[in-house]
Structure formats: structure tokens, C-alpha cells
């Protein structure tokens, strides 16, 4: 067989290529470090594609790789290209950047001991290295020593909660934060990067296989995935007292009609038929929560979005109570502050609307002064206790407690539910605002709203919980809450609140005698309706002006007060008109009747004497 020149230096170079191919891969295994990938990544993420089989000349993968996949072929190897490291690099967390005149070499030309301390570095960069066990705890690589692999016998602790919302493992365990261990000593200076190098989280028991880990939040409790089956409520049911109670609040809450049972909450098997089972440590068991651990556990559910997206409920309650006041307090070790189950119940939680319900709105003010008015709890907050009774007294809690009117503010309209704090004195105008929208647009454009923090606000002249019902005598007198408090009557300002009061003075008056002229003319039976139109846009200028007096601005005030005054004259002037048309009616009627009487009377007398001329010719 005769071949071409050019074929022949072709199949030469095609044989130089695998010969060196082969030599590259031998230097790489008598070295003992993963050889080099020779050849662009780009394309060619597939590695198992063509190593699993040796297609097209690959490298097989020898038998120890068996089981590894994709993903773990970059973990040791490393394209050729990388830029040699010298001892101090590669003892580092960090890699260098390679520079030009840094000599180009494979992974396994790289050191693996320094010179003068013999101390072991990576003989590898660490790009694309980071998991260090993803290798080195599994066979053919080098082992880690003992007492660092994930879980050995009195090696390194377990992680006992999920990691998703818990990275910064420092956060908490620097200063031992809500129980957390403290950090030893010898492990000063390591980061949060270091701690899951030896640190691994606890697996899910084998005693249960149908549990998993619950899902956002750190919490120890391992909830159960089939539902339906409750032996604890079988069991507990038939202890009788509080064990009876327990079951029994269960099943009128909210959480046994979507099937959150016991085990969601205090760890077990609940299909286990024994008591040593159901309630045994590999079943994931933990008895009564801490208190400190409460608001996470309930956060395992609310706080997932793809299990409450279900029920329209938001998951941002967790977020809240842990930037709250309660929440800041529980992570210092204060068990004294409310948790979910202080409001919400343990057992027996129900609906927000169900009126048996602590957190149902009429129920909200009780629920709050259950603590903050207890004065031996509160003494060691500096916190007074009487703001239950100033607002039973105010004209938010006659309106929510004595009319039922759910408009009225509860302590958690303006403190918030989870996220709990006293509004800040800046804050207070934006709180109330809420509902007094129009009140808060013309306060915004003051003279007090641009004062900065010392200015007064809402609470300055309204109070905070004994908000009483504003009237116009505010803007006189020297009283606390009075404008005469600050400002003395011949002042510019003082001026200015009188001269409203005035305004607001005759224009009700005018209002009222308008009023009484329409209920005077419909007593007597004339239709007003025009008339009582005009008194309503009198009415709501009026309002308008209530208002607009906190911008302390007269000409803006009057304006609403002229407008409402010509309203509620018009109104008057009809009214008494009408009256005086019925007046003239009646008179006219009086005058038709007496002419009619009379003119019945004639006819009578006329009649008579004709029936007596009559007669007297027959």
C-alpha cells in the first residue's frame, strides 16, 4: 500500500500527538496529582461524554473514580494552563493572579511543602477547589486527617439546623447569640468560608424515612412528610388532664384542619406504635421547644413561600419579629419578651378572624396589656403600664371596643404585629397617616413637619393612647395640648389660631342654624332636597378646613370655611324660604276654607227660605 507524502506526515504527526498525549498522562500518575485537562473546557463540560468510555483517545477513568460525576471532575482537575504557585501562594486562601513572567506548568508540578518548615500546602490552585471534602473525605485522594472528616467519632460537632438563612455561621456563634456554642479559642481568626470544612449539617434520621429537613429556617424539629397518621393524638388523648387539654385544643385549631400535627412541632415518628419509638432522639424527639427556638420553628412553615403562597399569607413575619424589639430581645437570652405562641397560642391556634381568637382585632388590646400591664414584668424595662387604660379611654377605644368599629386603630396598627416597636416621635405622623391621609398631606407642607425632631407631631397635640376627639377649642387656651402652650396669644401665631377659631366659629354656627332651618321646614312638610345637598358641601368643607389647619396656613383655611359658610347660608336662606311659602300656604288655605264655610253657610239660608215659600203657596 502505497501512501502520499502528505498523508504519511499527517499520520506522524497524529502519532506524536497521542505518543505525548500518553507520555503527558503517565508523568501526571508518577507524580500522584490529577493530571491536567489539555484541552479547552468550552463545550466539553460533559466530561463522563467521553472519559467514561475513552471515545476519540480520551483517558478512561480508572476504576477507583467509579460512581464520581461531572461536577466532581473539576473539583481535582484543572485545565494546563495554570500559572505555577510558590509556597507562601499556595499555603493562602486566596490564589494570586498569575503574571506574565510566571512559568506556565501543570497541577502536578506544583509544591506540596515548603522548604524550611516542611508545613503541607495545596498542591493545586484553589479555584474551583473550594469544597475541600468534596474530594478529600471520599477514596483516592489524599484522606483528611482525624478529626476532620464530616462525622466521626468525637470529631467536629454537627451542624444541627438547615443552612439556607444561616451562612454567616459567625453571626451567631462569635458571641454565643441565642444559645448558640461559642466559637473556641483556637478557632480565632477563621471565617464563616472555614466552619463547613469540618462542620457538617446532621443527615435526616433513618428511623423516619419519610422525613426530610425542614426547609428555610434553623430549626432542629424534622417535619414528618406523609400526613394523616398521628399516633402521639391517639396517645395523648387517652391520658387524661392536660395531656386530654392539649389534644383537644388541637383539634379546634387552624393547624389541625390543614393537618400540622404534633410532630411538625415537638420532633417524633407519628406513625410509631410505642412510646420509646415515637419519642426516641433518632426520630428527631424534642419534647417541649425552648422558647428561644419558637419563633424559628413556626418560621419553618411561614416563612416558606411555596407552602403559604396557598393560603394567601405572607412569610415575611420571621424577618419582622427578628428586627422587632421581642425578637432583638430573644437573641440576647430575654425569655420574658412575646414569641409567637404568647399571641398566637401553642396548641390551640386559630384563625386571626375567629373571634375566640387572642390576635382577633377587639381581642389585640387585651392580648397586648396582658404583659405591658403587668407592673413587676415592665419594672426592669423602665416601660409605664397604663397604656391599656388611656386607650380604653380614647376615642380609638370606645370606637374598636364599644361600637365594634374595625376601623379604629389597635396597638398593632401602629406598633405593628411582628415587627413590634414603638414608633419613633419622627415617625409618628407617617404612623398615623396611615389612616389620616388627608390630615398627614397638609401636615407634611407645615411649618411643624419641617421643624425637624423637635417640632411638634400628631402625639403632641392629640396625645398617643388617650387620643381624645379633637374639637376647635384646641386652638385656644394655654392648656397642655393647646396651641396657647406654646405660643402666647399676642404672638404671630397665636394670632393665627385665634383668628381660626373664629372662622371655625361662625361657619358651625352658621352650619347649626342652617341644620335647624331644613329639620323646621321638613317638619312642616316641604321638600328641602336641594337644601340638603348644600348643607352636606358645607359639611364637608368644614372638614375640609379641619384639615387643612395643619398647615398652618389661615388663607388655605378660610378659603374651605368661606366656601363651606356661603353653603351652609344658601341652605338656610332656602329652608327659611320654604318655610315662609308653607306659612303663606296655610294662610291662603285658612282664607279658602273660611270663604267656603261661609259661602255653605249662604247657601243654607237660602234654601231654607225657599222651602218655606214653598210651603206656605201650597
Known amino acids: 500500500m502505497n501512501l502520499s507524502r502528505s498523508t504519511a506526515q499527517r499520520l506522524i504527526f497524529i502519532a506524536a500527538g497521542i505518543l505525548l498525549l500518553l507520555l503527558m498522562s503517565g508523568f501526571a500518575a508518577a507524580q500522584e496529582t490529577p493530571p491536567g485537562i489539555p484541552h479547552p473546557l468550552e463545550g466539553r463540560d460533559a466530561c463522563l461524554g467521553c472519559h467514561e468510555a475513552g471515545l476519540a483517545g480520551a483517558p478512561q477513568i480508572p476504576a477507583d473514580h467509579t460512581g464520581r460525576t461531572n461536577e466532581m471532575c473539576r473539583a481535582c482537575h484543572q485545565p494546563?494552563?495554570?500559572?505555577?504557585?510558590?509556597?507562601?501562594?499556595?499555603?493562602?486562601?486566596?490564589?494570586?493572579?498569575?503574571?506574565?513572567?510566571?512559568?506556565?506548568?501543570?497541577?502536578?508540578?506544583?509544591?506540596?511543602?515548603?522548604?524550611?518548615?516542611?508545613?503541607?500546602?495545596?498542591?493545586?490552585s484553589l479555584e474551583g477547589h473550594q469544597n475541600c471534602l468534596e474530594c478529600h473525605a471520599a477514596a483516592g485522594a489524599t484522606p483528611v486527617p482525624t478529626g476532620a472528616t464530616p462525622a466521626p467519632a468525637g470529631g467536629p460537632p454537627h451542624i444541627p439546623h438547615p443552612l439556607a438563612g444561616r451562612e454567616d455561621c459567625l453571626a451567631c456563634h462569635r458571641d454565643g447569640i441565642g444559645g448558640a456554642p461559642q466559637v473556641p479559642q483556637d478557632h480565632a481568626g477563621r471565617t464563616s468560608d472555614m466552619c463547613q470544612g469540618c462542620h457538617q449539617?446532621?443527615?435526616?434520621?433513618?428511623?423516619?424515612?419519610?422525613?426530610?429537613?425542614?426547609?428555610?429556617?434553623?430549626?432542629?424539629?424534622?417535619?414528618?412528610?406523609?400526613?394523616?397518621?398521628?399516633?402521639?393524638?391517639?396517645?395523648?388523648?387517652?391520658?387524661?388532664?392536660?395531656?386530654?387539654?392539649?389534644?383537644t385544643q388541637w383539634q379546634r385549631s387552624t393547624h389541625a384542619e390543614r393537618d400540622v400535627s404534633c410532630a411538625d412541632c415537638h420532633g417524633g415518628?407519628?406513625?410509631?406504635?410505642?412510646?420509646?419509638?415515637?419519642?426516641?432522639?433518632?426520630?428527631?424527639?424534642?419534647?417541649?421547644?425552648?422558647?428561644?427556638?419558637?419563633?424559628?420553628?413556626?418560621?419553618?412553615?411561614?416563612?416558606?413561600?411555596?407552602?403559604?403562597?396557598?393560603?394567601?399569607?405572607?412569610?415575611?413575619?420571621?424577618?419582622?419579629?427578628?428586627?422587632?424589639?421581642?425578637?432583638?430581645?430573644?437573641a440576647q437570652g430575654d425569655t420574658n419578651v412575646a414569641t409567637c405562641s404568647d399571641c398566637h397560642g401553642g396548641h390551640q391556634v386559630l384563625k386571626a378572624n375567629d373571634p375566640a381568637s387572642a390576635v382577633?382585632?377587639?381581642?389585640?388590646?387585651?392580648?397586648?396589656?396582658?404583659?405591658?400591664?403587668?407592673?413587676?414584668?415592665?419594672?426592669?424595662?423602665?416601660?409605664?403600664t397604663d397604656q391599656f387604660d388611656l386607650?380604653?379611654?380614647?376615642?380609638?377605644?370606645?370606637?374598636?371596643?364599644?361600637?365594634?368599629?374595625?376601623?379604629?386603630?389597635?396597638?398593632?396598627?401602629?406598633?405593628?404585629?411582628?415587627?413590634?416597636?414603638?414608633?419613633?416621635?419622627?415617625?409618628?405622623?407617617?404612623?398615623?397617616?396611615?389612616?389620616?391621609?388627608?390630615?398627614?398631606?397638609?401636615?407634611?407642607?407645615?411649618?411643624?413637619?419641617?421643624?425637624?425632631?423637635?417640632?411638634?407631631?400628631?402625639?403632641?397635640?392629640?396625645?398617643?393612647?388617650?387620643?381624645?376627639?379633637?374639637?376647635?377649642?384646641?386652638?385656644?387656651?394655654?392648656?397642655?395640648?393647646?396651641?396657647?402652650?406654646?405660643?402666647?396669644?399676642?404672638s404671630a401665631e397665636g394670632k393665627v389660631a385665634q383668628s381660626m377659631y373664629d372662622a371655625f366659629d361662625a361657619t358651625t354656627q352658621?352650619?347649626?342654624?342652617?341644620?335647624?332651618?331644613?329639620?323646621?321646614?321638613?317638619?312642616?312638610?316641604?321638600?328641602?332636597?336641594?337644601?340638603?345637598t348644600e348643607l352636606q358641601q358645607a359639611n364637608t368643607g368644614i372638614i375640609t378646613a379641619r384639615a387643612a389647619q395643619h398647615t398652618l396656613d389661615s388663607d388655605t383655611v378660610m378659603k374651605s370655611l368661606d366656601e363651606a359658610q356661603k353653603a351652609a347660608d344658601g341652605a338656610k336662606a332656602g329652608a327659611e324660604a320654604a318655610i315662609a311659602q308653607s306659612i303663606l300656604r296655610r294662610r291662603a288655605m285658612v282664607i279658602a276654607v273660611a270663604g267656603i264655610v261661609l259661602t255653605s253657610g249662604v247657601l243654607y239660608f237660602m234654601k231654607r227660605q225657599l222651602d218655606r215659600r214653598l210651603k206656605h203657596e201650597s
Open 360 to 384: 382577633y382585632p377587639a381581642n389585640v388590646p387585651t392580648l397586648c396589656a396582658s404583659c405591658h400591664a403587668d407592673k413587676d414584668l415592665m419594672a426592669s424595662y423602665g416601660i409605664p
Open 80 to 124: 494546563a494552563t495554570t500559572a505555577a504557585v510558590t509556597p507562601a501562594e499556595a499555603s493562602s486562601e486566596t490564589p494570586s493572579a498569575p503574571s506574565d513572567d510566571d512559568a506556565v506548568a501543570t497541577p502536578s508540578a506544583l509544591p506540596v511543602a515548603t522548604a524550611t518548615t516542611g508545613a503541607l500546602v495545596m498542591p493545586h
Open 391 to 490: 386607650y380604653r379611654g380614647s376615642v380609638h377605644g370606645h370606637a374598636l371596643l364599644d361600637q365594634q368599629d374595625f376601623r379604629a386603630p389597635t396597638c398593632a396598627a401602629c406598633h405593628g404585629t411582628h415587627g413590634a416597636a414603638p414608633p419613633g416621635f419622627s415617625e409618628v405622623a407617617n404612623v398615623c397617616g396611615s389612616c389620616h391621609s388627608a390630615t398627614q398631606d397638609y401636615y407634611s407642607t407645615s411649618a411643624h413637619a419641617k421643624g425637624g425632631d423637635t417640632s411638634p407631631k400628631c402625639v403632641t397635640c392629640h396625645g398617643p393612647h388617650d387620643v381624645s376627639q379633637p374639637t376647635d377649642a384646641l386652638l385656644t387656651g394655654t392648656e397642655p395640648r393647646h396651641c396657647g402652650n406654646c405660643h402666647t396669644p399676642d
Open 269 to 330: 415518628d407519628p406513625t410509631a406504635t410505642t412510646k420509646e419509638t415515637a419519642m426516641s432522639p433518632a426520630a428527631g424527639f424534642v419534647g417541649v421547644p425552648a422558647k428561644s427556638a419558637i419563633p424559628a420553628l413556626c418560621a419553618s412553615c411561614h416563612a416558606d413561600v411555596a407552602s403559604m403562597r396557598q393560603y394567601n399569607l405572607s412569610t415575611d413575619q420571621y424577618a419582622q419579629y427578628s428586627d422587632s424589639v421581642h425578637g432583638k430581645l430573644l
Open 510 to 532: 352658621a352650619y347649626t342654624d342652617a341644620e335647624n332651618s331644613i329639620k323646621s321646614a321638613q317638619e312642616l312638610g316641604m321638600l328641602v332636597t336641594q337644601q340638603e
Open 201 to 247: 449539617p446532621i443527615q435526616a434520621p433513618e428511623a423516619s424515612p419519610a422525613a426530610a429537613l425542614a426547609g428555610p429556617l434553623p430549626t432542629p424539629i424534622v417535619h414528618p412528610q406523609g400526613q394523616g397518621a398521628n399516633t402521639c393524638l391517639d396517645c395523648h388523648a387517652k391520658l387524661g388532664g392536660k395531656q386530654t387539654d392539649m389534644t
